[in-house]
């Protein structure tokens, strides 16, 4: 029994709406999708006229949908932006270089510059060889922290404004589900927010103008658009301990569609009770990028990794920071915890 | 069953019989040592229950809740220092109206538990949910905001106490039970009746169990004689006993509810610090949104569940944003020719068409969807979402609530709700 379109009631319905659970027409989904995110930039205040703007583009469907509807937004509503691709390469074989190929492709597409960072000239270590070292277990804490200041570092290259990322409404949930599970209040309260603050010198403010669109949505835009881009997971990351929160909302999802959001809803209208200890935004000793204590992660890991003690970013070892500083030896006993694990 | 061949690891004696935690093994007095003073000290840390205050058991009969009730009883025999210094109430719930147990069935658990109830010595009150239909609007306060365990006054409240050491005399439990205005019996067909309805209008178990819970908690609320809800302080020490026997979960998708507790008990098994982690970070959070301002008005309060708004949000937020896809995702509704059914006989006006502000159907109009907002908080919001018809919500119910909020057209809300469900 074929059912109307709930929109403009002329047309077949093609699809459901996961978010809404409406039946619409490819042509009242393409625009409510983008007139949701329209609204998602214009409410928040995301963007400037005339700012030039970078988006985070790995080649995937969040990023492959943000750049392109970034791109009919900015036409159609004119925000007077000047948009660009930045990509980082990781250095994962097999993963990495074909995604990165699909970006190559999406810059023809979208007729827009690309550039693109990698971890081994950033940081002299690609994620191939930092998996030899750690194993697999920890490994996504080192590409995230890498890759984010990869991120500023080529935005800072570019002279660009500001920075959009594909994050989407199933990311931010799991994120606030993961923080609750491993008790981290300062990332509670921070990791809602749709922009990063602007007021550190040198630090490119970051946005998600996705943050309201649900995964599935974002796969049957992709889809229906014909949208090309690269589908497989990485490949080092089935043991990561989002994985747990990821599979709890999926869940969650099909019990009651709106769980998503409502997710988000909560983590947004959390507040903190006084007193309660929440570290204060510095600078790293070493080099200079944002941190609140004396050395920034991204130092931290690399430095156990280049002394061949991967642990020494993993778990808490601030009082170590000192000591890496004026780089004195550690001891026997401080370097023995901080090897990797014999298998 | 299995055998533990080893020693307790604190008295080093006994033959341990459990494992808690990690790889702790207790025996059988050690533990119960051990448990006695988890209740304990949770109670010293929080430091919100005053000398001599009024505190309400929540008992379900169940496992957590009795073991709740046998340590108050063990802590108020006590010797005189060491002794609890409130005085305890219980209430027991009776659902069973909302979870279709048969009357025989609900009077037999009832007489269990009053004769459990009457050997304690402490007031109690056995009521049933069905009774939550008639609540006197003028009993239903909001409950108390956060309280604040750092109040220096605490520790003066004490001191005085040792000082004076006043006994509770019987005249003060006479009174606070008089304040009540439960007389009426609590098996009445009809009202029974409007439960059913109710509960069978709800079409997701998830929607079910939020509305016991929130019923539950609008009728615990009524007895503000007793000024706190005590089982909250208990959940870490309890979720410490859950953890250790077998939970048998059939369906753990059914619900959100059992989903979550399905979820978080697999997880601990693999990382054995999850329920505390999580316990302790809820501990960091305001239970109570705060007043967005200093001098502000006290914030509205949801019709249904009491508790304080949290829908006056940002044009940039999750509840903005899901109002804007309900909008571009259907046509608008004001154009629809939809009819909300049996509305009053008095309709001059066509059909779909009001005549305006000041009209002669100004009094009936059906409020815009921005009246609801402003009378229902984000979570029942979905609970009341997955009502397949409004109506069947008990009309008594509907005529307290109107009178405590003052405003008329809630059962026109109601009725506009109703008919905007239709793509249900």
């Known amino acids: 029994m074929p059912v109307q379109c709930s929109n403009c009631v002329q047309r077949r ?47 995937g469907k969040d990023s492959t949908v943000l750049a392109h509807v970034m791109k009919v937004l900015n036409e159609r509503y004119g925000y007077g932006l000047s948009l660009l691709l930045l990509s980082v390469d990781e250095g994962i074989t097999g993963y990495r270089d074909d995604s990165l190929e699909t970006v190559k492709r999406n810059q023809q597409q979208y007729e827009l510059p690309l550039k693109i960072v990698s971890y081994e000239e950033l940081y002299g270590w690609t994620m191939d060889a930092i998996v030899k070292q750690v194993g697999l277990k920890n490994n996504c804490t080192f590409c995230g922290v890498f890759r984010r200041q990869a991120l500023d570092r080529g935005a800072m290259m570019l002279k660009v404004d500001k920075i959009c990322t594909g994050h989407n409404a199933d990311d931010v949930a799991e994120t606030v589900l993961m923080n609750v599970l491993r008790g981290d209040i300062a990332r509670l309260c921070r990791c809602t927010s749709i922009s990063t603050a602007s007021d550190g010198e040198g630090a490119i403010p970051r946005c998600k103008p996705l943050k309201y669109a649900y995964e599935k949505e974002i796969v049957l835009y992709a889809y229906f658009k014909k949208l ?115 298998f | 069953m299995f055998r533990l061949n080893r020693k307790c690891m604190k008295c080093k004696e006994g033959t341990a019989v459990l494992i808690i935690r990690v790889n702790d093994a207790f025996c059988r007095s050690c533990f119960k040592e051990y448990f006695i003073h988890k209740f304990r000290a949770m109670l010293g840390k929080n430091r919100v229950i005053f000398p001599q205050e009024k505190v309400l058991l929540a008992v379900s009969g169940g496992a957590a ?168 302080f208990l959940r870490y020490v309890i979720a410490v006993l859950v953890i250790l026997t077998a939970i048998d979960i059939t369906h753990d ?32 959070l305001h239970t109570v949104m705060p007043p967005q301002s200093q001098t502000a008005e006290p914030a509205s309060k949801c019709l249904l569940c009491h508790c304080t708004l949290d829908t006056k949000v940002d044009k940039a ?57 402003m009378l229902l908080c984000y979570s029942c919001r979905l609970t009341i979402k997955d009502m397949v018809s409004l109506r069947k919500a008990p ?28 793509h249900m």
């Open chain 1, 228 to 342: 090309d881009y690269f589908s497989t997971e990485c490949i080092y990351s089935p043991n990561a301990y989002r994985g747990h929160a990821r599979a709890f909302l999926k869940d969650l999802e099909s019990i009651r569609p709106s769980s998503i959001i409502d997710v988000i809803h909560s983590g947004e209208t959390l507040s903190i009770k006084e007193g309660v200890k929440m570290p204060v935004q510095g600078t790293c000793s070493r080099c200079g990028y944002i941190s609140s204590q004396a050395l920034c992660k991204s130092c931290v890991l690399l430095e156990g990794l280049n002394r061949g003690l991967p642990k020494l970013g993993i778990g808490k070892h601030h009082r170590l920071h000192g000591k890496i500083l004026a780089q004195e030896p550690l001891t026997e006993q401080e370097e023995k915890k901080l090897k990797p694990v014999d």
């Open chain 1, 13 to 59: 319905a093609v699809l459901k709406r996961p978010k809404t659970g409406h039946s619409l027409c490819k042509d009242c989904f393409f625009w409510a999708f983008e007139e949701e995110i329209h609204q998602t930039i214009v409410s928040a205040g995301l963007f400037n006229r005339g700012e030039t703007v970078a988006i985070g583009a790995s080649g």
């Open chain 2, 65 to 232: 809740s009795c073991s709740m009730l046998s340590q108050v009883q063990e802590g108020l025999s006590r010797e005189a220092p060491k002794k609890f210094r409130f005085v305890p109430g219980i209430i027991y719930i009776d659902d069973g109206g909302a979870c279709g147990r048969s009357a025989e069935e609900r009077q037999r658990s009832n007489a269990l538990l009053k004769s459990i109830f009457t050997e304690t010595g402490f007031t109690y009150f056995i009521v049933s949910l069905e009774q939550v239909f008639s609540l006197p609007t003028s009993v239903l306060v909001p409950g108390t905001s956060d309280p604040d365990p750092s109040n220096p006054s605490y520790k003066q409240a004490v001191d005085q106490y040792i000082k004076e050491k006043q006994t509770l005399t019987e005249e003060n439990v006479a009174s606070a039970v008089a304040q009540l205005s439960i007389a009426d019996s609590a098996y009445s067909p009809e009202r029974k009746l409007a439960l059913e309805r109710l509960f069978s209008s709800m079409k997701t178990l998830t929607a079910k169990e939020d509305m016991l819970q929130t019923l539950r908690s609008v009728f615990s609320k009524l007895l503000y004689s007793f000024c706190f809800y005590f089982l909250s």
């Open chain 2, 395 to 422: 009309h008594s119910w509907v005529q307290s609530l109107r009178v405590l909020h003052s405003s008329n057209s809630f059962y026109d809300v109601v009725d506009d709700m109703a008919s905007q469900q239709f």
């Open chain 2, 317 to 373: 937020s999750a509840f903005h944003a899901t109002l804007v896809s309900e909008q571009l995702s259907q046509i608008k509704l004001q154009d629809s020719s939809l009819d909300a059914p049996a509305q009053s006989a008095e309709q001059c006006c066509t059909e779909g068409q009001g005549c305006g502000p000041g009209g002669c159907c100004s009094s009936n109009r059906l409020p815009s969807h921005q009246d609801l907002k």
């Open chain 2, 253 to 284: 998708k059914a619900s959100i509810q059992r989903l979550t507790e399905s979820f978080v008990t697999n997880l601990q098994s693999d990382f054995p610090s999850t329920v505390s982690t999580i316990y302790r970070t809820s501990e960091k």
